[in-house]
């Protein structure tokens, strides 16, 4: 939804929806279960799978709200310039009018007689003509000005015909942002409801799987990035460790997964797309095994969530509501693809 300007996070509701590492994944490593991506067999294990799904879909959500957003961001500036654009053209079409109205009165002042009578009434006939040619050369000055303000107007109505057709689509945009974050509210309040029915020994295996204890650092291998950009992408992102997230925000004080990226890769000197999807395609896709650090990771079939490689197996993410940008295994979720940036 970049660089831009995201409204700051209500700090007492977590507005997550990237969720990144599925809830499932990460409570599995917590109560030593499954590993990450499959149903948990145990008590309760339909309601952690809804809670998962519901982040899941939430997360998809929050990217078609990103996107949107970029959208009303941009379709915003688009409708500035418009309107700057028509004041200027309307005070060109203002100063030609003024002009062919100083043209119109010379024309009057010369006089509306025939130029025949006029020159054999004319006590100085030199000066009639000289007069005469003067006035020539005023109307065709004339037929000239007017020709451009009928150009200037055709552009004045051409401008404003789609300062309308913008900001009727952006009004379509803004009511596309608030139906996904309607869609991403009600997801995550339905996940916490859940949540919080969980017996308290199963509640608290979640919070230990959520909790910041992945921020240190991992042995990464001696991993070396495929360019300076990336290498300093991912001293960003290791900056950002312990932010929270969330969702629609692309930091500094907290991230959804795509605004994470926007914004490591922008402390590289790197404009990426807002969302998860442009992001996977932002760069040259390169194998898994041969990522490298500062490579995004691409996850799910279509793309719902992305994280960095940072060398040994490991990346950096910002997962889900309640849980902390961090480290954790590449293999958490079904890889889609991994991009060279």
């Not at 004339?142 to 009928?150: C, E, I, K, R, Y």
């Not at 921020?215 to 290498?231: K, M, Q, T």
């Not at 629609?248 to 000197?269: E, K």
Request: aromatic share 4%.
């Amino acid at each position: 939804m970049g660089s831009h300007r995201r409204r700051a996070a209500n700090p007492g509701f977590d507005r997550g929806a990237c969720a990144a590492l599925s809830v499932l994944s990460a409570a599995a490593a917590a109560l030593g279960a499954v590993p990450a991506g499959s149903a948990v067999a145990a008590p309760h294990g339909d309601t952690r799978a809804e809670v998962d799904r519901l982040y899941q879909e939430a997360e998809q959500a929050t990217e078609a709200y990103n996107k949107a957003d970029e959208r009303a961001d941009a379709l915003r500036r688009q409708l500035s310039d418009s309107q700057d654009l028509i004041a200027r053209q309307q005070q060109k079409v203002n100063s030609l009018r003024e002009e062919l109205g100083s043209l119109a009165g010379a024309q009057y002042r010369s006089g509306g007689l025939d130029p025949a009578v006029a020159l054999l009434f004319s006590a100085d006939p030199d000066d009639y003509l000289d007069k005469a040619s003067v006035l020539d050369r005023i109307t065709a000055h004339q037929a000239g000005q007017l020709h451009d303000l009928q150009g200037a107007l055709r552009e004045l109505a051409q401008e404003r015909a789609e300062a309308t057709r913008r900001l009727t689509e952006l009004e379509r945009s803004r009511a596309m942002v608030a139906r996904h974050k309607k869609t991403v509210e009600s997801k995550l309040a339905k996940a916490r409801q859940l949540l919080n029915s969980l017996p308290d020994a199963e509640r608290a295996a979640y919070a230990r799987a959520s909790r910041s204890d992945r921020i240190d650092l991992p042995d990464l291998g001696g991993a070396v990035p495929a360019s300076g950009r990336a290498a300093a992408a991912v001293a960003a992102a290791r900056a950002a460790l312990g932010r929270p997230y969330v969702w629609g925000a692309n930091g500094p004080s907290g991230f959804d997964c795509s605004g994470l990226m926007q914004w490591a890769y922008a402390r590289a000197g790197v404009h990426l797309p807002r969302t998860s999807q442009e992001q996977r395609f932002a760069g040259r896709q390169v194998p898994l095994s041969q990522a490298r650090p500062g490579d995004l990771v691409v996850y799910r079939s279509d793309a719902s969530h992305v994280a960095m490689y940072v060398g040994n197996g490991r990346v950096i993410h910002a997962p889900y509501p309640g849980a902390p940008v961090r480290y954790d295994p590449v293999g958490m979720m079904p890889i889609s693809s991994v991009t060279r940036v």
